[in-house]
T-cell receptor
């Protein structure tokens, strides 16, 4: 069974731009979560989607948004990029819920200059 | 609120030595417990999980962990460390239910000396 895939793997953007990251979960998994990982803050939960609906949300500003499609694939978007948004963005999928065992993608490394 | 503490930021061991990474959690009921490993620049890989039943769980790559309810701990162990085990290790607490957001520890960086 194919694992979680994320595209692109690396991105360099300029402050003020916007970016869209993509995640394809494991086949059959309906819950997709997004995390931001930085050396200073560790792994922080952004949001989770289930059946095309945002079911859970972390403490991030509205510049961070996402969506999920009918095939469970998910995208996250960050608008008006700030230097502090530089991070590894990880997508994780699970069968039903984020509190269950999660399978992570390799991440997208975003650098904002 | 739930929390996960990994008291050791870095641990250094010699190849072939035994390993124990500590994890303490705070949660009102019996949680789901996980250990993940992350190699540099990669995502997290699930090593093992505890949901219920036998408190000693076996995982991949020769790792095991023991759930101790009385100590609120879920320590990860390996009898003989290999150089390829050098990585970041994360303990996490989860639970059943769609509204539960898992909590991750800050991670322990394992350094393996030859």
């Amino acid at each position: 069974k194919a694992g979680v895939t994320q595209t692109p793997r690396y991105l360099i953007k300029t402050r003020g731009q916007q970016v869209t990251l993509s995640c394809s979960p494991i086949s059959g998994h309906r819950s997709v979560s997004w995390y931001q990982q930085t050396p200073g803050q560790g792994l922080q939960f952004l949001f989770e989607y289930f059946s095309e609906t945002q079911r859970n949300k972390g403490n991030f500003p509205g510049r961070f948004s996402g969506r999920q499609f009918s095939n469970s694939r998910s995208e996250m978007n960050v608008s008006t990029l700030e230097l502090g948004d530089s991070a590894l963005y990880l997508c994780a999928s699970s069968l039903w819920a984020p509190g269950d065992e999660q399978y992570f993608g390799p991440g997208t490394r975003l650098t904002v200059t | 609120a739930q929390s996960v503490t990994q008291p050791d930021i870095h641990i250094t061991v010699s190849e072939g030595a035994s390993l124990e990474l500590r994890c303490n959690y705070s949660y009102g009921a019996t949680p789901y417990l996980f250990w993940y490993v992350q190699s540099p620049g990669q995502g997290l890989q699930l090593l093992l999980k505890y949901f219920s039943g036998d408190t000693l769980v076996q995982g991949i790559k020769g790792f095991e962990a023991e759930f101790k309810r009385s100590q609120s701990s879920f320590n990860l162990r390996k009898p003989s460390v290999h150089w390829s085990d050098a990585a970041e290790y994360f303990c996490a607490v989860g639970a059943v239910g769609g509204s539960y957001i898992p909590t991750f520890g800050r991670g322990t960086s394992l350094i393996v000396h030859p």
